[in-house]
């Protein structure tokens, strides 16, 4: 079991440097979304176009 740096806990991301990581965050905000609206396919489709609303609305008013 790979150890961290003071012995007493396991790495869970192992000892690759925090610039290597790739952020969840994004993808479980995004998931949460789904989820909340049921988890189906019309849900994510829904997510998805009020997503897409968004970027073309900050697009628009940059």
């Not at 995004?30 to 073309?56: T, W």
């Amino acid at each position: 079991m790979c150890r961290g740096a003071s012995g007493d806990r396991p790495e869970v991301v192992g000892p690759q440097p925090a610039e290597r990581w790739t952020p969840c965050a994004p993808a479980l905000f995004y998931l949460a979304l789904v989820r909340a609206r049921d988890g189906s396919p019309e849900g994510r489709f829904e997510v998805e176009a009020i997503e897409r609303r968004v970027v073309r609305e900050r697009e628009d008013g940059a």
